[in-house]
């Protein structure tokens, strides 16, 4: 009896130690696989948990309209392409599923701006061939320029970007009007984003205009330049029984940008002839009567921008080191306001009998290491 009582107590014994062993060596497998979950992505199941419970929030300063709704919609479009992508579809360099941005969720690139110039054969030599010389070189593809005549000389350097619109080479309304709805139905043949247009007598910061375009969306309805005049412009519409009418317009000597989706919605009264129509609806010149279509046709305000610039202001007080932060820049070489000529005042790289507009130490003072500027600016350390 003692002998088997003794051997049941070694047995019961034996059978704890048993179930002690397998509980063991059981946490000791969950906690390494908790500890590998941890090293895949830095955080516990409970961390995890508290990171998807409350997100931590971004900081948006510095960012666009444009960049967050662009954010927002790709991580829609992932979101939508994940669940209906099939298991197999993977990339074989990551190894993860494959996401596609829709090109319109991108950021606008110089290669998405469309850039009319406007110019006339007697301003061939002295001033298009010094916007050939500065900006124009920077963005030779987007490019367009609209004259009167033909210019082999000028062909040579631009090719088909150079425009014979056969228009009048006067300076009076008609012949501004005739070049402008050439220049508007061409951007329509253009797969671009934004429609934007110079005279012959600015100087076009294309990086600030790439970075002022960024805080817009192309589709949407958007105009912007900057007005010559500080009260909106006042005439009569003939199609409406002379009715008086009032709207703001950007002025042409200052440049203006407009999207493709407000472009667009331009087509009736603008494309095809039709934008002639519309000058002579109000009897005024082609930046008016944008800003007619525009502000009082289909409603939609200017935007205006500061940072464009015409000869219709004093220029002298925009300081050096502002400069490279405006978009567009003029000059007048005839008497203003008392004054011999209205430059910017820049002194520094060209001097102003070799440089009467500025045009040339404005583009050195931007990029000093292109070739016009060689030998003329001191290579910074």
Same mark, same amino acid.
């Given at each position: 009896?003692?002998?088997? *009582?003794?051997?049941?107590?070694? &047995? ?11 509980? @063991? ?46 954010? $927002? ?8 392409? =994940? ?42 030599? /002295?001033?298009?061939?010094?916007? @050939? ?19 082999? /000389?000028?062909?040579?350097?631009? &090719?088909?970007?150079?425009? #014979?619109? $056969? ?37 076009? #910061? ?5 970075? @002022? ?11 912007? !330049?900057?007005?010559?005049? #500080? ?11 002379? /009715? ?10 200052? +440049? ?16 095809? &002839?039709?934008?002639?129509?519309? *000058? ?7 930046? *008016? ?16 921008? /500061? ?22 820049? =003029?000059? +007048?070489?005839?008497?203003?306001? !008392?004054?011999?000529? #209205? ?39």
């Amino acid at each position: 009896m003692r002998l088997s *009582c003794r051997r049941l107590a070694l &047995g019961l014994s034996a059978g704890a130690f048993l179930c002690l062993w397998l509980f @063991m060596t059981g946490f000791q497998q969950d906690l390494a696989a908790g500890r590998m979950a941890t090293q895949g992505d830095g955080s516990s199941g409970n961390e995890r948990w508290a990171l998807g419970k409350h997100p931590r929030k971004i900081s948006s300063v510095g960012r666009s309209v444009e960049d967050d709704d662009r954010e $927002n919609e790709i991580k829609k479009t992932s979101r939508t392409q =994940s669940k209906h992508s099939k298991p197999g579809n993977r990339s074989p360099s990551s190894g993860q599923n494959t996401v596609s941005v829709p090109d319109r969720l991108r950021k606008t690139e110089l290669r998405d701006i469309f850039i009319g110039v406007k110019t006339t054969e007697k301003y061939h030599r /002295q001033r298009m061939d010094l916007l @050939m010389d500065t900006w124009v070189s920077l963005a030779k593809d987007q490019t367009f320029v609209f004259t009167d005549s033909d210019d082999q /000389q000028l062909r040579s350097r631009l &090719g088909d970007h150079l425009i #014979n619109t $056969n228009c009048s080479s006067s300076h009076m309304r008609q012949a501004l009007c005739c070049k402008m709805a050439v220049e508007y139905d061409m951007f329509l043949q253009q797969d671009k984003r934004w429609f934007c247009h110079v005279d012959d007598d600015n100087y076009l #910061n294309v990086h600030e205009l790439v970075k @002022m375009l960024n805080q817009y969306k192309h589709t949407d309805d958007v105009y912007l !330049g900057r007005p010559s005049i #500080n009260h909106p412009m006042e005439t009569y519409d003939r199609h409406e029984n002379m /009715q008086k009418v009032n709207f703001w317009f950007a002025t042409g000597g200052a +440049g203006f940008c407009i999207s493709k989706g407000l472009a667009l919605k331009m087509i009736p009264y603008a494309s095809g &002839g039709k934008f002639m129509s519309s *000058c002579e609806r109000i009897r005024l010149p082609d930046d *008016c009567t944008l800003g007619f279509i525009i502000e009082r046709l289909l409603r939609v305000k200017l935007v205006q921008i /500061q940072q464009f610039h015409s000869h219709l202001e004093w220029l002298k007080f925009i300081k050096k080191e502002e400069l490279p932060h405006q978009i567009s820049l =003029s000059y +007048g070489l005839t008497p203003y306001r !008392g004054s011999a000529r #209205n430059i910017i005042g820049l002194d520094e790289v060209f001097s102003e009998s070799d440089d009467p507009t500025r045009f040339k130490s404005l583009h050195c003072l931007l990029y000093p290491y292109v070739d016009l500027c060689s030998g003329h600016v001191k290579r910074r350390r």
